[in-house]
């Protein structure tokens, strides 16, 4: 069975020669193996700039090694998130901007500009035709498709609805539209336990579609609800859970197409890093943090961006964790899902290889 090369490195070093900073760049050199980019090749770095309120969105000195690296290669490097579904403080570009500022992506911490791919509104997108089981069209946001090449650089954590979120979820859902996004979650119906439930409100206060009324518990208007569940995500009691859990695969699956969709010309330009640190049960997008799952580990980067978050999944599995002892599936059991769904149906769409040559470069 064909596999591909994924190389790591952990945290820890002690020289200045071989800082973590180096590393880094190391890793790209050895991943980006064969790729060269033309001059003034616009090269997108796929981040996610955090959500006002939470810390465990990748640090900016962390991805400036990166940037770098694709400047040293020839490209104009510019650092890109799409608008998100849910009312945040990332839903428009005007606050998305304004809240990648506020949490350092600036120069000169950074020396890329940023750029929200899908306009002011979320709805500037490209069309992109594809062979999948659920789309033959993904909506793709115009900068991510306008690039000459993508760099994956992800914070590999938990996730409520796919049990992890890695390159995959990163490239599929963070390279969509908004309508893009819409079409990933339609589905998804969650329900309220009304004896978990507080009545707190915040899942109202971060609805988009206004779904949600609270008065001794929450109330989801499913005719109304557009099933990004984000209620899920910001519920600080664990009361919203989705109804179908089937949802859960095939969300996961309708995230690879998307990823997919945003590669489809970029396969051969394209770079895949997790880091693999503050492993939390759930994404950057609530304005809180939880425990991380198991300690800080280290990154993994790879041209194969299946075997790269099967890497990333393996190493947290193989870790002893704060309530899961080693060998275990912690993402799968924190949230009743099966993770790999999302591993398989990128297989299956030709993205990549499950199976992989870890390389320690530490």
């Not at 899908?118 to 069209?137: K, P, S, T, W």
Request: with cysteine; net charge negative; glycine share 10%.
């Amino acid at each position: 069975m064909t596999s591909s090369k994924v190389y790591f490195s952990d945290l820890s070093s002690g020289s200045k020669e071989n800082n973590l900073i180096n590393r880094i760049g190391r890793l790209f050199k050895k991943a980006c193996e064969g790729i060269e980019y033309d001059k003034d090749d616009l090269v997108a770095l796929k981040l996610h700039f955090g959500e006002k309120g939470i810390d465990t969105f990748l640090r900016p000195v962390q991805v400036e090694p990166i940037i770098k690296a694709v400047r040293d290669a020839g490209g104009k490097p510019f650092l890109a998130d799409s608008n998100t579904l849910y009312t945040g403080s990332r839903s428009n570009a005007v606050d998305h901007q304004k809240t990648a500022q506020e949490n350092g992506w600036v120069r000169p911490v950074v020396s890329a500009p940023v750029i929200i791919a899908d306009g002011l509104h979320g709805n500037e997108f490209y069309a992109v035709e594809i062979d999948g089981e659920h789309f033959d069209e993904v909506k793709i946001g115009a900068a991510f498709f306008q690039a000459d090449g993508i760099i994956g650089v992800s914070h590999f954590k938990g996730h409520g609805m796919t049990g992890f979120g890695g390159t995959l979820k990163n490239l599929g859902m963070g390279c969509a539209s908004r309508a893009g996004k819409l079409m990933m979650h339609y589905n998804v119906e969650p329900e309220v336990d009304i004896e978990e439930c507080i009545g707190c409100g915040k899942c109202a206060i971060w609805c988009p579609a206004e779904a949600i009324e609270v008065e001794q518990y929450a109330e989801i208007d499913l005719e109304k609800c557009i099933g990004c569940g984000e209620c899920r995500i910001v519920c600080p009691e664990g009361a919203i859970e989705v109804k179908d859990s089937s949802s859960n695969q095939e969300i996961q699956e309708k995230i690879a197409e998307f990823a997919h969709g945003s590669l489809i010309d970029k396969y051969e330009r394209s770079i895949f890093f997790n880091f693999v640190v503050d492993v939390t049960p759930e994404c950057d997008c609530p304005p809180w943090r939880k425990y991380p799952m198991v300690p800080d580990i280290g990154i993994v980067a790879s041209k194969d961006p299946i075997a790269v978050d099967q890497a990333a999944y393996d190493l947290v599995k193989d870790e002893k964790g704060r309530e899961y002892g080693a060998g275990i599936d912690k993402f799968g059991k924190e949230h009743d899902v099966d993770p790999t769904a999302q591993l398989k149906h990128g297989e299956k769409l030709g993205m990549g290889y499950r199976k992989y040559e870890l390389i320690d470069i530490s």
